[in-house]
């Protein structure tokens, strides 16, 4: 079945630097894919998507840009602050092969961010 | 109105108790998702509701899981005897469903975190 595959964390870094998280997905279909934020204490949110080949999303800094070739869904910033501190998650849907959104969530990679 | 909340907030349960979790969605949505997360892991598919019909319950691990939605709007999880195993974070999530596009965007709650000791 379809999967999602996220570098392993914890990811210490100093604020200001450069961040990627690596994401690469298996699906038989043409998914959707996302990138998720679960910042301490909170719940679950989208912080972008990308829905088809070559489209970038892009969301408070964040990038990451849909690679069919590659299977790659990475996500970067050029600039972390503090307030980035939290678990990211990649996901990816599938609802043409579902009929609806079911969501397949990578492991999440913890992020710190240190002053 | 108000986004999906999730009670109780945590629950400790002793090995063999039943318990029933609650998910209120955000008003309207037709969608609703129950998802299950362990400890350092990410969330996994337990079922979906379209309305209050069960159309997916492929992820429920087993015969002890149980939910319902029966007016469509709110929806209970049931774990009946609970085991160790049980014990992780419990998601709802719901989202509108409109047809053709690619991606309804799905309203996470904060979650039920279940200890089973």
């Known amino acids: 079945g379809d999967s999602v595959t996220q570098m392993e964390g914890p990811v210490t870094l100093s604020e200001e630097a450069f961040l990627t998280i690596n994401c690469t997905y298996t699906?038989?279909?043409?998914?959707?894919l996302f990138w998720y934020v679960q910042y301490p204490g909170e719940g679950l949110q989208l912080l972008l998507k990308?829905?088809?080949?070559?489209d970038k999303g892009s969301n408070k800094g964040f990038e990451a840009t849909y690679r069919k070739e590659t299977t790659s869904f990475h996500l970067e910033k050029g600039s972390v602050q503090v307030s980035d501190s939290a678990v990211y998650f990649c996901a990816l849907s599938d609802p043409m092969k579902t009929s609806y959104d079911k969501v397949i969530f990578g492991p999440g990679t913890s992020l710190s961010v240190i002053p | 109105g108000a986004g999906v909340s999730q009670s109780p907030r945590y629950k400790v349960a002793k090995r063999g108790q039943d318990v029933a979790l609650r998910c209120d969605p955000i008003?309207?949505?037709?969608?609703l998702f129950w998802y299950q997360q362990a400890l350092g892991q990410g969330p996994e598919f337990l079922t979906y509701?379209?309305?209050?019909?069960?159309?997916?319950k492929s992820g429920l691990p087993s015969d002890r899981f149980f939910a319902e939605r029966p007016e469509g709007s709110v929806s209970t999880l049931k774990i009946q005897r609970t085991q160790q195993e049980d014990s992780a974070v419990y998601l709802c999530a719901s989202s509108t469903r409109l047809a053709g596009k690619r991606y309804n965007e799905q309203f996470f709650g904060p979650g039920t975190r279940l200890t089973v000791l």
């Open positions: 699906a038989t279909g043409y998914p959707s």
């Open positions: 509701f379209q309305n209050e019909a069960q159309l997916d």
């Open positions: 990308a829905t088809k080949a070559d």
């Open positions: 008003s309207g949505h037709v969608s």
